[in-house]
């Protein structure tokens, strides 16, 4: 009798502890979400470059390549300098999957691949070409700024990185109109 009743206080402390735990995980994320997204919009005033994009996508990259999943927490939060000048490093994979938002870590584990911008365009999509055919390259679409709920034109610079089975695309763009169209007159 007396191990029934044990069994049952476990199974009944599990029960509460497992949900309980997973609660705050889900606010760790989404406080880190925050986080990030405070540090890009406190960061927007500052100068930004194509230059600049290209390098930390460059390093974001050689990160990736050394250590796959375990490189994503440094492209998360208030400490992170992937996070500058109003924007971030983002990481999906070649079949779609968000694997790291630091922003919108909803879209995280998600299937993006058929996603259109307000446009139709199926940025993802055209993202993993160029970066499947070309290594890297630029795309632009509509996307909302940090802070903001409505799209703005973006445009993002995409690279193709492997780390074992896994091949990533890591990007980053701008909302700076300047920029986006010295990139379309090149």
Not at 30 to 58: F, G, M, R
Not at 69 to 80: I, L
Not at 146 to 157: A, E, L, N, T, V
Request: some cysteine; aromatic content about 10%; charged content about 25%.
């Amino acid at each position: 009798m007396r191990r029934i009743l044990v069994l049952v206080s476990v199974v009944v402390a599990l029960t509460l502890v497992f949900p309980v735990a997973n609660c705050l995980a889900d606010t760790t994320a989404d406080e880190l979400a925050k986080e990030s997204e405070a540090k890009a919009v406190a960061t927007s005033k500052d100068p930004l470059t194509t230059d600049l994009i290209v390098k930390k996508v460059e390093e974001a990259c050689k990160l990736v390549g050394q250590q796959g999943e375990a490189a994503f927490p440094a492209f998360q939060g208030k400490g992170s300098d992937f996070i500058f000048a109003g924007t971030y490093i983002w990481i999906h994979d070649q079949n779609g999957i968000m694997r790291m938002h630091p922003i919108k870590n909803k879209l995280n584990g998600k299937n993006l691949i058929n996603l259109a911008d307000s446009t139709g365009k199926l940025f993802f999509a055209v993202m993993n070409e160029v970066s499947e055919q070309k290594g890297s390259g630029w795309v632009d679409y509509m996307w909302p700024k940090p802070g903001d709920k409505k799209p703005y034109p973006k445009i993002s610079f995409v690279k193709q990185v492997k780390y074992g089975e896994d091949t990533f695309v890591v990007g980053c763009g701008t909302y700076d109109e300047t920029v986006i169209a010295k990139i379309k007159a090149q």
